[in-house]
C-alpha cells in the first residue's frame, strides 16, 4: 500500500490543534504523530512514497455535506448536477463524503426508490457517498419498508411539511413515520414549512400580479417555517423520535429549536451558508428575473429582520449543530426560466456543493466561529449526527484518509469561469473572495485535488453504510 506523510501543518479538529505530521497508510491513517518523528529507527520522510508539505497550512478531515440533490427530478426539470459532476466539484471544495437523499416518490416501493439512487450514483462518484432515504408516500407499506433501511447503511429518512402534492405528508403521516423513527433509531429529517398554508399565499400572490421571484421569498413566509418546525417538534416529542430539522433559516425557527434543546429534547438543527449570507432583498429581490438565481425552500430571509446574525450565534452555542449546501442546482436557461412570469414555477434549489468549506471559513476569518468549531460543523458532528463518525470527520489512527490541506494565506475567488466545476450556468456566489483555499484534498489516502487540479476519478467514490446516529443529547 503507497504511503504518504503529511508534513509541517497544523492538524486541527473539533477540540483543538498541534502541529503534527499525519502518516497515511493505504486508505487510512495510520498514525499522527509529533513534527519530525523517527519510527522504528528511520526518518519518516525518507521512507514513505510521497511527502506533503503542509508548512504553514491546516490539516482537516475532509469535509461532509449531509445534504445534496445530485440528478433529482424535481419541479418539473432534473437537478443538473449528475453524481459525476456534483461529487467532482465537491472534491475541488474540500467535501470528501457527500450524503444524498435518494427518494421515494408516491406511488413508489421504498426500496426501490433506494435502489433507483445506487443505479444513478454507483461507479459515478469522485468521492465517498451515502444516503438518506425521502418518504414521499408513508403507507403500511413503507412505513415496514423503514425498517429494513438500517440494514442498507441508510440510518436517517426526510419528510416534508411542505410541497404539497409532491413530498407533502400530513400531520398523521408525520405521526407514523416518527413512531417508526422513535422504535428503530432511524433520525428523521424534517422540512419545515407548513406547505397548505403557503401554497394558499402563492395563490393569492399570482391572482394579484405578483409574479416575479421575489414573493417566492413573500409567500414562504417565516412565520411558515416557525410553525412547522414547531409542530414537527411536538411531534418529535410526543413520540419520541430524534429530530433533525434540515435547511433552517429562520431566527424564529431557531428559537423553537433552541428551546426544545433547552427542554433536553433531542433536536438538531442544520443551516445553509446563502442563509448566512444572502437576503431576500440583495438577491430574491434582484432585479428582473434574477432572483430566480436564489429561489429555494425555505428561501432567503429579509436582512432587516437580522436573521444571519442569529444563525451565526446559534452556530457559536450550538443551537444550530451543522451547515450543509442543499446543493440543488439548476440552470437559469431552460431550468429556471421556466418561471418567468410565475414564481412558482421556478426550480427550487441553489447550487453550492464546491463552496461549502471555504464559505464558513471566511466565518473563521471574520471572528464570526472559531477554527476548531469550522471543522466541527462541516466534518465531524455531520459524522457523529449520521453515523459515519470514526470512520470520517476525525484524523486519528484507522480513520479513512480524507484530508484536506487548507492554505489559511491563500485566495479564492468564486464564480462562473474562476472556481466552478458545478454543472450550472450561473453561480449563486458570484463574485465572492474568500481568504482561504482549499489546496490539496486526499480521498482515502488518494490525492484527488492538487493545486487546483482534479488528480481523482470517476468510480473511485465508494457507497458507505451509515451506523445510526451518535449525536444524541
Ligand atoms: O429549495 C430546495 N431546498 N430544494 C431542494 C429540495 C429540498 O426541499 O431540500
Ligand atoms: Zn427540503
Ligand atoms: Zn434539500
Ligand atoms: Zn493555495
New binding site residues.
Partial sequence: MPTTLITGGTVVSSTGRSEADVLVDGGKIAAVLAPGSVLLGSDLKSSVDTVLDATGKYVIPGGIDAHTHMEMPFGGTMASDTFETGTRAAAFGGTTTIVDFAIQRYGERVMDGLGAWHEKAAGECAIDYGFHQIIGDVNDDSLKAMESLVDEGVSSFKLFMAYPGVFYSDDAQIYKAMRVGAGTGLLTMMHAENGPAIDAMVAELLAQGKTDPYYHGVARAWQMEEEATHRAIMLANLTGAPLYVVHVSAKQAVEQVAAARNHGQNVFAETCPHYLYLSLEDQLGAAGFEGAKWVCSTPLRSKQEHHQDQLWQALRTNDVQTVATDHCPFCMKGQKDMGVGDFSKIPNGIGGVEHRLDLMYQGVVDGRISLERWVEITSTTPARMFGLYGRKGVIAPGADADVVIY?PN?HTSIGVGKTHHMNMDYSAWEGYEIDG?V?TVLSRGRVIIDDNQYLGSKGHGQYVKRALSQYLI
Avoid: A, R, S
Fill in positions: 492554505d491563500g483555499h489546496d
